[in-house]
């Protein structure tokens, strides 16, 4: 089955206790990327991944770091979480160019909260 | 540049009645257009897309849209609203000739179905 899956699904920290959430897709996408999502915003993209070690900052990437070594992983790293990283966030990806480019496949989300 | 705008932040039908959900869209060039579903704790999902072909496009369970450009909208539709339709819905815009990292999301429009 095709699926982008996120790990934690739900996750309780305090402030300054550096934390990964792990993204992994099977559907061989080129293009991944990460957004957050909070009341009355919509989506915003944090970092975006184009291919393999081809990473690149989105609209709000600010405390945020990602690495893209496979294909597959595109993990998001929180150095030193603060409390204004509360927030959903999710994993998606997506062939990345040509006709089916704006198809994103997401994970379920990963609720983060930061005390 | 290009945004996108939904024009109402919760929307309230009863079961079996016609479904509304607007959006107003701006770009300099000409745009492809999406909405995304999200069901409660859920990723985001693929309803529909329009990508310069016909201008009324179908999507899953029954919604469709149709894309005015001399209105810049895209309203999504359904004639006859389901409880399982209720969910939170994304208008999304991006470059016909952009990538997946130029989408743009809407601050989304809550439905909410009652019996």
């Known amino acids: 089955e095709a699926q982008v899956t996120q790990n934690p699904r739900y996750l309780i920290t305090v402030t300054g206790k550096k934390l990964t959430v792990t993204c992994s897709q099977n559907?061989?996408?080129?293009?991944m990327s990460w957004y957050r999502q909070d009341p009355g915003l919509g989506l915003r993209q944090i970092y975006y991944?184009?291919?393999?070690?081809?990473?690149d900052k989105g609209d709000v990437p600010e405390g945020y770091k990602v690495s893209r070594k496979e294909k597959r992983n595109f993990p998001l790293i929180l150095e030193s979480p603060s409390p204004n990283q509360t927030s959903l966030y999710f994993c998606?990806?997506?062939?990345?160019?040509?006709?089916?480019?704006?198809?994103?496949?997401f994970g379920e989300g990963s609720r983060l909260t930061v005390l | 540049a290009q945004s996108v705008t939904q024009l109402d932040s919760h929307v309230s039908v009863s079961e079996g009645t016609p479904v509304l959900l607007r959006c107003n869209y701006s770009?300099?060039?000409?745009?492809?257009l999406f909405w995304y579903v999200q069901h409660p704790n859920k990723g985001l999902q693929l309803l529909l897309k329009?990508?310069?072909?016909?201008?009324l496009v179908k999507g899953i369970n029954g919604f469709e849209a149709e894309f005015k450009k001399s209105e810049t909208s895209f309203h999504l539709t359904k004639p006859s609203a389901h409880m399982s339709d209720a969910a939170e819905y994304f208008c999304?815009?991006?470059?016909?000739?952009?990538?997946?990292?130029?989408?743009?999301f809407g601050s989304g429009t809550q439905l909410t179905v009652l019996p």
């Open positions: 998606a990806s997506s062939l990345g160019r040509g006709a089916n480019t704006g198809e994103l496949f």
């Open positions: 559907m061989n996408h080129e293009y």
């Open positions: 991944s184009m291919n393999v070690e081809v990473t």
């Open positions: 770009s300099s060039y000409s745009p492809s």
């Open positions: 329009y990508t310069s072909a016909a201008t």
């Open positions: 999304v815009v991006r470059l016909l000739s952009g990538s997946a990292r130029q989408l743009t």
